[in-house]
């Protein structure tokens, strides 16, 4: 499956990927690199991007590859524990 993850260059969201990939999914990554790192997406495409704000909704739709998502996978938050 194609798998929307919004923040998925951060801490879990790119441990999340690389268990998607792992399991034969295609992550796309949603994040705006404010907190996370280009580095860490390595196993999907990456959509830089703010998820909020005017025109988010339609941003994000324009990223997703032929094919669509099938599911997403939310972790953009900016909590922190520590
Ligand atoms: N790390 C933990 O121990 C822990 C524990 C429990 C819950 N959580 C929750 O899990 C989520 C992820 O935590 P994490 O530690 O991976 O955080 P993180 O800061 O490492 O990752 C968050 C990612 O979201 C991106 N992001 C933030 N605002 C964005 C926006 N407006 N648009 C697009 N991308 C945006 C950041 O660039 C970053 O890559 C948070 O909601 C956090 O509260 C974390």
Not at 11 to 22: E, M, T
């Amino acid at each position: 499956m194609n798998i929307l993850v919004t923040g998925g260059a951060g801490y879990i969201g790119s441990h999340a990927c690389k268990a998607l990939a792992a399991k034969g999914h295609v992550p796309i990554t949603y994040d705006d690199l404010s907190r996370g790192n280009r580095w860490a997406v390595k196993w999907g495409p990456l959509l830089e991007a703010d998820i909020g704000g005017r025109g988010a909704a339609a941003r994000g739709a324009r990223a997703i590859p032929a094919g669509g998502a099938d599911a997403l996978l939310g972790l953009c938050l900016c909590g922190r524990v520590g």
